[in-house]
Structures are given as structure tokens and as C-alpha cells.
């Protein structure tokens, strides 16, 4: 009984914390951008690739600084060496030996020495190199975050887009059953065919097992929003905007007047951070035909005894102190240097091909979104028309088959033609909300 009431005790308390674990989220659409800048896992990678740029920019300049090392050495012979000397050194006969141990049994030798770069070619490039590096980091960061933007966009937008499909397929489903129920009964009594309410069926079938895929898909699109965001793949999430309200917003014909500079845009830049990495290099491999100079300080104190009394104050202690410089000068290589230094310059030249071609498919890239864009503004006008159109026709259809002037196949047109208009405007309005995004990443308008 006692270990129920801590159980129950226990789940009390967690109850709480529960709660806290499935609080349930709302954004809009610009909060859900904001959010996923902050907390989207590519992000996060992203501004930690910028924060080992930093040290590895740091790392490299160290190189170039003063550095000490310390050492201390302790040596105890377990059995001394003994060295054979002539016997004659001391008084003996000619032609003998006699053995004799050198040194006292133990030792400490402690030592410490400054070191100084001079002169390296390859530093000076390596410098150049970190700087490059972090500015890399830093545009891999903004690709990251605009492609992060992208993805929350259209993620949000598929949600909207798969909410508003199920509302509209609930109404179109209720619709449907009343028709159907009011028909039956007219063919109960005798005054429709029953061709009428099996068209009928049709279409309710066909738009339950609509819903249920929409359905599937909208948990779905829910799911790979929260992706996107950085939560859960299961967090309850709701979004505050309305799908016609965000086409509306995004609907910017002065977006097409926008100046195409291609250097703002991001991809272009990556290519020319990999054109300025390849002519580093190259500058290092020539580098290396350089010499290089460095210099040191070294300051030690050995201590001796058969005895381990090294930390006593009677320890005698010995100095010395080296100071000394060293110049490497590289003379022949067999070609190996040459050879390196052609290659560095092959693949110089192909990073400057490459940021040619990037250049060239980002202008394409620009006029392609600009063309999508403008569809897209275009296509939503024509498609609230059709829906209108479609809205009206099904109306009268619906009215015909009543007053019975209208036959049960004529009206089953007219509502799958609707359900296909209420479709296609749908995603006419997700389609200028993307392709306005599209159009901004290749503009960078964003940053710029």
C-alpha cells in the first residue's frame, strides 16, 4: 500500500512537468522563420562551423607567436653502466682493464625553451587562409539560413495548403450526403432514376477517400514542419496565418524591377571564396620555395645524486642556457615542388571556370524565377476566376437535376470540375508564395 501511494505520489508530480513537454506552439509564418533561424538543426551546425572558423583562424596566427615548452627529466639507473678504462690509469699493469661507473645513479635535468618563427612563407599564406575560412564559414552560415527560410516557407505552406484541401472536402462531402439523402428519397418514391443516386455515390466515395489522404498528409506536412523548425517530429504546432492571406502579401510586382547583381548572390559568393582559396594555394606551394628562419632560447639545471634528494635544500642544481637560430633553405626537390605548384595553378584555373559557370546559371536561375514568379501572380488571377466559374456551373447543375431538367451525370461533371478548381486555386496560392521565395534566394534581397 505504501509503495502505490508514492507511485501515485510520483505520477502526481510528473504531471506537471508533462503538461510543460506537449505545451503546444503557434507561430506565424514570419515567427516560424525566426524560430527556425534559432533553433533549426542545420542552423545550429552551421553557426558552429563559423565558431571553429574563429579558432582555427586563431589556431593558425598562434603559430606565428613565441612558444614555450617546458621538460623535466628524471632518470634513475636501476643498474649503472659500467665503462672498461685502462688499469694503467691507476697504477695497475699495462694491457688491463678495470671496470668503472661513471655518474651518480639518479638525475633530473628540467629545461625550458622558447621558440620564435622568423620567417615562413607558408604563415604568412596560412593567415590569409584562416581569414578565407572563416569568410567561407560565414557565407555557408547565410546559405544555410536561406535555405532554412525556403524550407520553413514552403513547409508552412504545404500545412495551410493541407488544412484548407480537408475543410474543403469536409464541406464538399457534406454537401454531397444532403444531395444524396434528398435524392434517394425522391427515387423511393418513385420520381428518380436510380443511375441518379449511384452517380451520386460515386462522388462521395471518391471525395471520403480524398479526405483520408489529405488527411495522411496533413500529419504529415505537420511533421516536416517541426522538422524544419528544430522541434519534435510529434509537437502540436499551430499556425496563425490564412494560406489566401499569405498569397496576398506576397503578391510584389516590384520584385520583378529588382537590379540583378549577381555577386549578392550567395552561390557566387561560395564560388568566389573557392577561387581566392585556390590562389592561396598557390601561393603556398611557391611559398615553399622559400626559406624558412626561426630562432630559440633554451634554459635547463640538472641535478645529480645516488640518492633521491632533489627536493632537499642542500640539492646542488647545475645551469645552462642556449640561445641559437636555424635557416632551412630548400635547393632540390626533383621537380616535386614544381610539380605541386602546377597543380595548385591547374585547379586555380578551374575554380575560376567554375565561377564563371556559376555566374552564368545564377542569371538563369534569376530570369527562371522571375518567369515563375510572374506566372504564378498571373496563374492565381485566372485560377479565383475558374473557381468562381466553377462555383456558379456546379449551382445551376445542382438546381437543374432538382427541378428535373438536369441529368445526374451533368452534375457529377460540374462538381469534380469544382473539386478541381478548388485544388488548383489552392495551389495557385501556395505557388506564389514559393515561387516568391525562390525568387528572393536568388536575388538575396533578403541580406542585401
Known sequence: MKQTLILIFSLLLGLPILSQEIQEQSFSLQEAIDYALEHNRSALNAQKDIEAAEQQKWETTATGL????????????????????????????????????????????????????????SYLVGLQSAKVYLEISENAKEKTDLEVRRAVINAYGNVLLSKESVEILNRNIQVVEENLNETDKIFQEGLEEQESVEQLQITLSGLKSNLNRSERLER???????????????????????????????????????????????????????????ELLLKLEKSKFLPTLSAFVNGAYMGNSNEFSFLQNDQLWY???????????????????????QRAKINLDKAETDLTETEQQIKLEIAKAKTEYQYAIEDYEIKKENLELAERIEQKNQTKFFEGIGSSFDLRQAQTQLYQAQQDFLQAMLNVINFKVDLETALNTINN
Do not use: W
Open 66 to 121: 613565441p612558444q614555450l615548452d617546458a621538460k623535466i627529466d628524471y632518470q634513475n639507473f636501476i643498474k649503472q653502466q659500467v665503462q672498461l678504462v685502462p688499469a694503467e690509469f691507476f697504477g695497475g699493469n699495462q694491457g688491463e682493464f678495470l671496470p668503472v661507473t661513471f655518474g651518480t645513479k639518479q638525475s633530473v635535468n628540467a629545461s625550458a625553451t622558447l621558440n620564435q618563427l622568423l620567417f615562413d612563407g
Open 220 to 278: 504529415l506536412a505537420y511533421q516536416m514542419l517541426n522538422i524544419t523548425l528544430g522541434l519534435d517530429i510529434n509537437s502540436p504546432v499551430t499556425l496563425t496565418d490564412d494560406l489566401e492571406a499569405l498569397a496576398l502579401q506576397n503578391m510584389s510586382l516590384d520584385l520583378l524591377n529588382v537590379e540583378e547583381n549577381v555577386s549578392n548572390n550567395i552561390d557566387f559568393q561560395i564560388a568566389e571564396n573557392d577561387k581566392i582559396s585556390k
Open 319 to 341: 645551469g645552462s642556457s642556449l640561445l641559437g637560430v636555424s635557416l632551412n633553405i630548400p635547393i632540390f626537390s626533383s621537380g616535386m615542388r614544381s610539380a605541386a605548384t
